[in-house]
């Protein structure tokens, strides 16, 4: 990576974003990609002074970054530039499909992360498959998790449950139980669709109640996790940012593109938009209000 950290980080933002996921890549390494997933395979990436640039802007206008893809870490500069802002005074996590996990990468970042998420929502290879996809290696995924446990860093473990993995949940609890550390465990609820290996789509989604039983059933049977639900539907308490920095604010009716933080300060292009840190409570619903309640949106 090139260009000086320094030179980019600007000083006199305010921390006006709660908690922004930046896409720091849209690449990703499961080909031809994961049973339920629209997201594009390719558009703008950035690197060297282009990715501190937007990196030092997040730093310095967000409480918290979750550094996501893609695959994040198949961008060589995220490791990079989490330093910088790290060393901004910016909270950071990771999302990741823990297959590119190796001893020097989670050393690495357990200098740099306040948590770490990683995608398990199998412990078979067939249903890993079924689920992700051939290049979907679980073997090297549960020996990544083990990996993150080791280094101390706090681990959530993000499952999406659906009529692919359904029955095979608790396998997944039992691994992480046998952890013997304190695990956030997320099960999210997929899109209502997915992909077949010919291309066709088939439904896959539980129903709500089906969802909510399993969560609740699995909560009982594992009480040393901390379980909790993600619907798909609903407003969450996040920004979204490219790996360009153009922001974007979900909602239920999708994302809406309000500014590029590369090249504007946020708190301008915010205010223009008319959002309000201090009182938006219908676009960011405190975490604390939602803590007994199932959680909307993707988040990390």
Known sequence: MTGNPTEWVPRKLERVI???????TLRCNMRPRCRWCYAPKSGPEVRGREMVAVGGRLARCCERVSLMGGEPLLNPDTLPVARMMRSAGCGLSLVTNGTLLTPDIVAELARVLDRMSVSVDAVDQAVATACRGSAYDIARVICGVGLVAQAGIPLKINTLASSLNADH????????ESLRRPVDWKLAEPAETAFTERGDIVPIRLERTDFLEIAADLASRFPSLSVRTVLHDGIGDYVLVMPDGDLFIPSVNGSRPIGNVAHENPQDFLARWGWDPSGNAELFKGRAA?????ETGCGE
């Open 18 to 24: 709660p908690y922004a996921c930046w896409h720091t």
């Open 290 to 294: 939602r803590r007994a309640a199932p």
């Open 169 to 176: 949940l608790p396998e997944i609890g039992r691994l992480l």
